[in-house]
Each structure stands twice: as C-alpha cells, then as structure tokens.
C-alpha cells in the first residue's frame, strides 16, 4: 500500500510550491536555452497528450514574449509529415514526461534535417534525452505509478513560457545579424507576472471546498463540455482528457464559440458546461454563452470571469491571461478529481482503470 494516502490530491495541492521551485531555477533554464537556440528563426513544439496541450496552452506567452513564429504540433504529425522550414534555423521543443513515445520520433526527424532539439521531460537519462541538444529536467518526484498528470502538466507549461520569455530571434539589417528578443526589461516583467501568477496557484488550490461541494450534484451528467478561447482552449482539451482518466466521465472540448456549431445542437438537460474565461473577449463570449445556456436550463461552470446568478463561479485570479493556463488547469484537475469521488471511483489509485482491456490494449500501441 502506498505510503502517500491521496497522492493525486497530493500533487494538486503540492503545486505552488513544486512550481515556486521551477521558477527559481530561471538562471539555469536562461542557460539552457541559449545554447540551443542561437540563429534559431522559427519554433515547434511537439508532444501528445498533457505534452501536447502545454505547448498549446503556452501559445499565448510565446506570442507576448518573442517574434519568432511558434506552432505546437502533434509529435506524429511532425515526424509522419515533417513541415518545411524545419531546417538548421529551427528549434523543435520536444516534451515527453517519460521522455519515450513519439516525441522521439519526432526528434530524430528533426535532428536528421538539421534542426536543434530542445527536451522537456521528468525523466533524466530517457531515450529522448539521447537525442536532444539540450534537456530541461523537471525534477518533479512522482510518489506512485500511474498518478494521472498534474504538477507535471502545470510545470511544462511554466517551462514553456519561461523559454518563451528569454527566447531571442536572429534578424538581419543589412549585412549585419543582430539578436531581438525580450529585452532585459521585459524579461524582469516577465519574471515578474509569473511569480505572482505561481502565487495565484495558492487561491486556485484553496478553492477545492466550492468544487467538491458543487459536482455531488452532477455526477450523473451524461457529457461534461469544456468550453475556452485562446490558450484555454488548450485548458479545456487539457480538463476533457483529466475527466476521461479519472473520472470515467465523457468530456468533450470546444473553442467556445465553436461548441454553438457543432455538439450544442445535441445537448441536453443532462450535460453540463465549463466555460474558462480568461481575458476580456473571453468574459464577453461566456456571459453571454452562459446566459444562453441558462434559458436551456443546462448546468453551467464559469471558471475565472465575472460571477454571474444560477452559475457555479469559479474565480481565477487577477494574472495575466498568457499566465492563466496554470491558474485554470488547477481547477479543472479538482473538478475531475472530485467528479470520480462522486461517481465513487479512487482517482488516487485509477483502479477503474488497472487491467481494464483499454488501458492493457493501449499501452501496446503508444
């Protein structure tokens, strides 16, 4: 029997401080970083699953941060239909928790055209690591197998953005080649906002009563949509994914204005809605959204936004909206944990799903 009684819970609440410890290595991932992106023009981040949404969710810090074009892609997709551009002035981020999977193909794609390869994992001495020019380690001790991902989710993402925010680009004027990037004023606000948005980490744990008391009453919802804009969208694929392995629930993800297009005309009474707002275009679309899914009588979660009647408010904080992913993806890891406690499953040990054929038959195709 496992020595740590509630590990998932565990992890979730243990993420401020395993986040405070990822930010103060700042120096060290500055370093890093510049010996694998000198002359780099454009940038991929690559992974599946958890390491597929961070570099999605961090989409919005690359573009606050630095010029250089940045597009996550699947690993598969990259290493199936490799894009062009992907050549000696590229940098491909690979991110792999266990640093196997198709990340390394992906890699090894990358490295065969040229390009520098830079590893986000938690697991030192990984074959992904024998391909890459550089490693970020995260150094995030994992209590007991087959936890469902959160500090590691969470820290991926601040990795991301702390890259983003030292990243610098390669421009030419004239015949000279000059560095642009953060400046060093812009990296100190940078620094800066993240702290206080790993602070805001602290509220965005303490809000676990308010979760637990209000999904008793949804545990028998048919489908649970999640609904973002912008890099929460990214949160939401992120929540969807946490609720199908922990909770056994179905969780479908939508950029929000688009779930009114598609699974909004076969919902019904027995489903319910999170809506994650983050920004200012966001608050707008999901009062509105949330408002319209009232008068449909359908059970609606607002994450972050103004509180709004008849809606379960969750607030997330006053961070910056390219910072929010982490803030957000806290209270959507409470909301599946508690959703399986009510279903009367153990998200601590996931044994709804040891030995199950899905899980037996998957690990031989992954």
């Given amino acids: 029997m496992s020595q740590v009684p509630h590990p998932m819970r565990d992890q979730i609440a243990g993420q401020p401080a395993a986040l405070r410890a990822l930010l103060a290595r700042q120096d060290e991932i500055a370093s890093i970083v510049a010996h694998a992106t000198s002359g780099t023009e454009r940038v991929w981040a690559v992974g599946h699953g958890d390491s597929f949404f961070a570099p999605l969710a961090a989409a919005a810090a690359f573009g606050r941060w630095t010029r250089l074009p940045y597009r996550p892609l699947p690993a598969q997709e990259m290493a199936a239909y490799p894009p062009s551009g992907l050549d000696a002035t590229a940098l491909v981020i690979a991110i792999s928790m266990s640093g196997g999977g198709r990340s390394i193909d992906a890699a090894h794609v990358a490295r065969s055209r040229g390009a520098r390869v830079l590893v986000i994992t938690n697991t030192p001495g990984s074959p992904l690591t024998q391909v890459a020019d550089q490693t970020v380690l995260l150094g995030i001790t994992e209590p007991v197998p087959f ?27 004239g015949s000279v080649t000059v560095r642009a990037g953060p400046t060093t004023a812009d990296r100190a606000g940078a620094l800066s906002s993240l702290r206080h948005a790993v602070s805001a980490l602290d509220a965005a744990v303490a809000i676990e009563p308010v979760i637990r008391e209000s999904v008793f009453p949804l545990a028998r919802a ?45 919902m019904t009474s027995d489903d319910a809605v999170v809506i994650i707002a983050h920004d200012e275009p966001s608050r707008r679309r999901s009062a509105a959204a949330a408002a319209h899914l009232q008068e449909l009588e359908i059970p609606v979660w607002l994450i972050g936004g103004d509180a709004i009647d008849g809606v379960r408010h969750v607030p997330l904080g006053d961070v910056d909206p390219w910072a929010s992913p982490l803030s957000a993806a806290v209270a959507l890891q409470w909301l599946a944990y508690w959703l399986s406690r009510a279903k009367g499953l153990d998200p601590d040990q996931r044994s709804h799903l040891r030995g199950s054929p899905r899980y037996v038959v998957s690990r031989k195709y992954r």
Avoid: N
């Fill in 147 to 173: 936890l469902a991902g959160t500090v590691t989710y969470t820290a991926s993402v601040l990795a991301l953005i702390m890259i983003a925010s030292v990243l610098s680009s390669a421009e030419t004027d």
């Fill in 222 to 266: 048919r489908v649970w949509y999640l609904l973002g804009m912008g890099c929460q969208e990214a949160t939401a694929r992120y929540g969807a994914a946490k609720m199908a392995e922990v909770a056994d629930a179905i969780g479908i993800p939508h950029e929000t204005e688009e779930f009114f297009h598609e699974h909004h005309w076969v």
